[in-house]
């Protein structure tokens, strides 16, 4: 599990692609590596991965078809910026909300604007998702923890802090880029059971 705080912005060194349609990434970060155990989940952009490798300042995640297909990991090149955050441990802070790095599916940029000292961010949910997007209500954008502003209809609006955007890859974002989005796990249930009646 995970809370949305992204703890450090590492960068993808190396992509191997493999004889299928799985890749290997080896990811550049300012982890201490020595507290990092093989097998360990760290989240990517949201997207929680395996530790199956790792070096003085990298580690190696190997991402499936089904992940490179379902999330953005599959546009990722040698330079890209990611949105690091190691798994939850019993008794740390939940600073944002319970993420499961289990992502649902990619959201668009639609437009970026200055609002006060925050930049305004305008998304647009795949449509199956839309339901689940509710004013003040939480939703991980490549695993940032955000809360919404306002719903209208499949868009949907967050500010985004100057300190959320120096230490994430917010501040790279331009419009039309795509984030991998999970929502709220909260809400996911509710929607459930209110099938069931």
């Known amino acids: 599990m995970f809370t949305g705080i992204v703890t450090d912005l590492g960068e993808v060194r190396r992509v191997v ?12 970060t300012s982890y201490d590596l020595s507290t990092v155990d093989i097998g360990a989940s760290i989240a990517h952009n949201g997207v929680c991965l395996t530790v199956i490798e790792t070096g003085p300042d990298w580690y190696v995640i190997q991402a499936s078809d089904e992940t490179l297909s379902k999330t953005t990991l599959g546009d990722w ?9 190691r ?3 019993v008794g740390d802070e939940l ?11 990619v959201a668009r940029v639609v437009s970026i604007r200055p609002e006060n ?3 305004r961010f305008t998304f647009e949910a795949p449509v199956a998702l839309a339901k689940f997007v509710a004013p003040k209500g939480s939703v991980a954008l490549d695993g940032v923890s955000l809360t919404v502003n306002e719903v209208d209809g499949r868009h949907f609006g967050i500010n985004v802090i100057p300190h959320t955007q120096a230490v994430t890859t917010f501040g790279r974002l331009r419009e039309g880029d795509c984030v991998n ?5 909260l809400a996911r249930y509710v929607a459930r059971l209110l099938e069931r009646d």
């Open 87 to 89: 798994a939850c441990k």
């Open 95 to 105: 600073g944002g909300h319970i993420v499961s790095g289990h992502v649902d599916g």
């Open 117 to 119: 000292e925050s930049m």
């Open 181 to 185: 989005m999970e929502i709220d796990m």
């Open 77 to 85: 090149q040698e330079g890209t910026r990611v949105n690091l955050e």
């Open 17 to 28: 692609r493999g004889q299928g349609q799985d890749a290997r990434f080896e990811i550049a």
